[in-house]
């Protein structure tokens, strides 16, 4: 069975889409990540422990996040009610969304500074691996395209 040319060209749209998402994510998620290293190494270098550090630096970069994901990266996805303000399930999904990362990255911080790595190679490794995880969670589940309602 083979797909019609039309169909082939809507699914290599729906790829590219989503290429210039992770792209965009991306670009995004190193405006936050450079939120969060400087956040932390000032908590860290003034003598907070690291996990403190984490959730507070963390926090920093999940606002701006947030601001930018929903303004350009994701902007197609997010509804506006009619007073202006973002659907609070998209808030709550963002919010839970980044607690998991954020979880995830606390305990892998946890892990290699046990295991003797330092701090900053250790928040350098973690970062490395939520980047994947939030992006998988923040498209496919966070920012989803709203689903048409049914007449």
Do not use: H
Not at 52 to 68: C, E, F, R
Not at 91 to 109: C, D, K, P, Q, Y
Not at 125 to 148: C, D, I
């Amino acid at each position: 069975m083979s797909i019609e040319p039309e169909q082939q060209i809507r699914v290599g749209k729906k790829r590219l889409g989503a290429f210039k998402q992770f792209i965009m994510f991306n670009m995004v998620g190193l405006l936050n990540t450079l939120v969060d290293f400087i956040v932390y190494s000032v908590l860290v270098w003034a003598g907070l422990y690291v996990l403190p550090a984490q959730v507070i630096s963390y926090s920093a970069g999940m606002v701006n996040s947030y601001a930018l994901n929903s303004l350009f990266t994701f902007k197609g996805s997010v509804r506006i009610e009619g007073n202006g303000r973002m659907r609070r399930g998209l808030m709550i999904r963002f919010i839970t969304w980044n607690a998991v990362v954020l979880g995830v990255s606390m305990l892998l911080l946890f892990l290699m500074t046990s295991a003797g790595i330092g701090p900053f190679m250790a928040k350098l490794l973690a970062t490395g691996v939520t980047v994947v995880l939030n992006f998988a969670g923040s498209k496919w589940w966070v920012f989803r395209s709203p689903q048409p309602l049914n007449k």
